[in-house]
C-alpha cells in the first residue's frame, strides 16, 4: 500500500529556475532526510470511514455563488480509506490492488492514445459503437449528492474522462457501491435526454433507443457504463447546481467498487469543467493529500481558487485527445544535478505520440524507457549506501530499510518548460511497500513513448488548472 511519508512541508519557492522544498527537513539543496521509522508506521492505516459513517465526509464542502460566479470546495478521498459491504478491508491485498489497477489505468490511457480517440467496436455491447473514453477507475472520491432531495454518493475523480455517470436504478447490472444506488424515479429534477437533444448530439458515440438518448462507454481495462442521458441537479455541500448533463448507468461493471460512478474533469464539453463553463471560467484546482493520514484532499472550482504565486507551466493540447491535460517536461534531475536524457523524449509527435500528461488516476508515473533507465541510473548511483532489496511488482529499484530510522536520499526534479523546477519530498518517490521495511523508487517504465505524472508525484501539491487561458499551476500551497 502506498501510504505516506513524514509529513514534510513543501514550501514551494518559485523562480526561473526552481520550485524548491521543505527547508527544515533538506541538508541542502541536493538531498533531504527521510524518516524510514514514520513511514512504516503509517502502514498500519486501516480505513477511516466504515460503511455506516460515510456520511460525515461531506458535511465540510463549501460552496459560494456571487455574481453569477460560482465557487465550488469538496473533499477528495482516497479509495483506500472506503470500507464497503461484502469488501471487507484487507490490508495484505491493498499493494497487490493498487498496482493491478494501475497497470490496466496505464494500458487504457495508452491504448487510447494509440488510437486517436477513435472509437472501437467491442463484444460486451454487440454491435454497438463504444466511446473511445477507455480510461481507469481512478483513485480519489469527491462525495456529491445526486437529484433531489440530493443522494450523496461517493464518485472517482478523473482528469482524463469527459463524462458524469452514476450507476442507477433499475440495475440490470451493477456492482457493489458504498451507497445505495441512485433511483431516479425518487428525484423530482431528474429530466431524461431526447434523441433530438443538443446534449445528446455532444455525447461522444450516442444511441437512441425509446426516443431516450442512449451512451454507452467502454474502459480500456474491461470496464463499462451503459444507461440513458439524463439533465439532473447535483448538490455540493448545501448548494444546488442545477442542469447539469449525467449519465444514468443501468449497466456497469468493472473496477469502479465503492464509488457510485465517476465525475469527470476533462477538457472536453462535457465533462463538469465544460459544463460548468462561465459560471467558473474553466478553473479548477486540487490537493491530492498524502495517504496514511486522518485529513483529506481538496477540489476547487472558480477563477477566484486560483492561487497566486503558482508557477505556471502552458497546457498543451492533443488533437487527438483533447480530454488529457499535457505539459511541457524538459528534463528530469536527481541530486540537484540534471540527468542527461533528450527533450525529444517528452515531447509529443506530429503523430499526436508521445508527451507528458497529468492525470489523476495513474498512481505510480511512467517514463519511457529511454527516459527511465537513465533517471533510474542517476538514483541508483547516489544512493550506493543504501541496501538494497529485491524487485517488488513493477518496482525494479528497491531498498531493505528496515532497522533504519531516517536516511539521506537524493532530491528528485521534473524540468519543466519555462525553466521551472519542480523538487519532490522524498514521500512522493520513496515508498513502503511492505511492513518489513522494504522502500521502492516510485517510478516505472512506460510501455509507449507516452509520459504519465501519476498522483503519487502529486501528492501534497496543490495543481491548479487554468483551461480559459490554457495553463498548469504548481503551489505554492501545500496541502
Known amino acids: 500500500m502506498f501510504l505516506p511519508f513524514l509529513a514534510l512541508a513543501i514550501l514551494l519557492i518559485f523562480s526561473p529556475t526552481t520550485i524548491a522544498t521543505t527547508p527544515s ?104 459503437l463504444i466511446s473511445g473514453m477507455d480510461q481507469g477507475s481512478g483513485e480519489y472520491f469527491v462525495r456529491v449528492g445526486v437529484g433531489s432531495p440530493p443522494k450523496n454518493q461517493y464518485m472517482v475523480l478523473d482528469s482524463g474522462s469527459d463524462i458524469v455517470w452514476v450507476q442507477c436504478q433499475p440495475c440490470t447490472q451493477c456492482y457493489h457501491q458504498s451507497d445505495p444506488v441512485f433511483d431516479p424515479s425518487l428525484s423530482v429534477s431528474f429530466t431524461g435526454v431526447s434523441c433530438g437533444s443538443s446534449v445528446c448530439d455532444r455525447v461522444e458515440n450516442s444511441g437512441c433507443h425509446s426516443g431516450r438518448c442512449k451512451y454507452e462507454v467502454m474502459y480500456g481495462d474491461g470496464s463499462y457504463t451503459k444507461g440513458t442521458m439524463a439533465i439532473e441537479t447535483l448538490t455540493f455541500g448545501h448548494t444546488m447546481v442545477k442542469d447539469v448533463a449525467i449519465g444514468c448507468g443501468h449497466s456497469n461493471s468493472g473496477m469502479f467498487t465503492a464509488a457510485a460512478g465517476l465525475l469527470g474533469l476533462g477538457g472536453g464539453s462535457m465533462s463538469l469543467v465544460g459544463q460548468l463553463g462561465g459560471q467558473t471560467g474553466g478553473a479548477f484546482s486540487y490537493c491530492l493529500v498524502s495517504r496514511g493520514t486522518d485529513s483529506t484532499g481538496s477540489l476547487e472550482f472558480g477563477r477566484g481558487v486560483l492561487p497566486v504565486g503558482a508557477a505556471w507551466v502552458p497546457l498543451i493540447r492533443n488533437p487527438l485527445t483533447p480530454s488529457f491535460y499535457y505539459i511541457g517536461l524538459s528534463g528530469l ?136 487561458n490554457g495553463f498548469v499551476g504548481f503551489g505554492p500551497n501545500i496541502c
Not at 70 to 88: A, S, W
Not at 395 to 408: A, H, I, N, P, S
Open 25 to 128: 527537513e533538506i541538508k541542502n539543496s541536493t538531498h533531504e532526510i527521510f524518516n524510514v521509522k514514520e513511514s512504516i508506521a503509517q502502514l498500519d492505516t486501516k480505513p477511516q470511514t466504515p460503511f455506516e459513517n460515510q456520511e460525515e465526509y461531506h458535511v465540510d464542502n463549501e460552496i459560494e455563488q456571487e455574481s453569477g460566479n460560482l465557487k465550488l470546495k469538496l473533499n477528495l478521498i482516497h479509495r483506500d480509506k472506503l470500507q464497503i459491504p461484502h469488501f471487507p478491508y484487507n490490508n495484505d491485498k491493498v499493494f497487490e490492488g493498487r498496482i493491478s489497477r494501475d497497470l490496466k489505468r496505464v494500458s487504457s490511457i495508452i491504448h487510447r492514445i494509440e488510437n486517436g480517440g477513435v472509437n472501437y467496436r467491442v463484444k460486451e455491447f454487440g454491435s454497438d
Open 333 to 468: 534531475g536527481v541530486g540537484g544535478a540534471r540527468v542527461p536524457i533528450s527533450e525529444d523524449v517528452f515531447k509529443i509527435t506530429e503523430l499526436g505520440d508521445g508527451g507528458v500528461v497529468m492525470d489523476t488516476g495513474t498512481a505510480v508515473t511512467r517514463l519511457p524507457s529511454e527516459a527511465y533507465v537513465a533517471f533510474r541510473e542517476a538514483f541508483v548511483a547516489e544512493t550506493a549506501s543504501l541496501p538494497r532489496a529485491p524487485a517488488v511488482s513493477i518496482f525494479d529499484t528497491c531498498y531493505d530499510l528496515d532497522g533504519f530510522v531516517t536516511v539521506r536520499v537524493p532530491t528528485v526534479s521534473f524540468f519543466l518548460s519555462g525553466g521551472q523546477i519542480l523538487t519532490l519530498p522524498a514521500r512522493n518517490f520513496l515508498i513502503p511497500v511492505n511492513d518489513k521495511g522494504t522502500f521502492c523508487f516510485a517510478f516505472a517504465p512506460s510501455p509507449s513513448k507516452l509520459s504519465i505524472i501519476g498522483n503519487i508525484q502529486q501528492e501534497g501539491i496543490q495543481i491548479s488548472f487554468d483551461g480559459a
